[in-house]
């Protein structure tokens, strides 16, 4: 499955979540890869709108806190050009974003490695 966004500039806590030791574990042990420092925020097309509700519907790769007190995220294998990466998705109760806004992880800097920036649009590959 293929999603259309454009990139937008964060809340800057995206940094901060993926330095957490037991979610560079996490991700290491099963996604397969450290994320690097920060998330991709998209905003996603209309068109393909649906297409996150019906991805927040299903169970992902859990990544799970050890404190009860720490929010859980799910999280979605995809690829973004030669970029493996991953679409998170923290639980309702500390979700910041709109509905509209998708948060990705990977192992490098996407902006930099893609050469984009905010307002420039970014197909990315849902990997199931």
């Given at each position: 499955m293929e999603i259309m966004?454009?990139?937008?500039?964060?809340?800057?806590?995206?940094?901060?979540?993926?330095?957490?030791?037991?979610?560079?574990?996490?991700?290491?042990?099963?996604l397969g890869f450290k994320p690097y420092p920060g998330t991709l925020n998209l905003e996603i097309a209309l068109d393909d709108l649906p297409k996150i509700v019906?991805?927040?519907?299903?169970?992902?790769?859990?990544?799970?806190?050890?404190?009860?007190?720490?929010?859980?995220?799910?999280?979605?294998?995809?690829?973004?050009?030669?970029?493996?990466?991953?679409?998170?998705?923290?639980?309702?109760?500390?979700?910041?974003?709109a509905e509209n806004i998708i948060e990705i992880i990977a192992p490098l800097n996407i902006k930099a490695t893609l050469n984009v920036k905010d307002g420039a649009l970014l197909s990315i590959l849902l990997l199931e």
């Open positions: 966004g454009k990139i937008v500039s964060g809340a800057g806590e995206g940094a901060y979540f993926t330095q957490i030791d037991w979610v560079q574990q996490q991700c290491h042990q099963k019906t991805l927040g519907q299903k169970n992902g790769v859990e990544l799970i806190s050890p404190d009860p007190k720490f929010c859980n995220t799910k999280a979605f294998a995809v690829k973004l050009e030669k970029i493996n990466g991953a679409i998170i998705m923290p639980e309702e109760k500390v979700r910041i974003h």
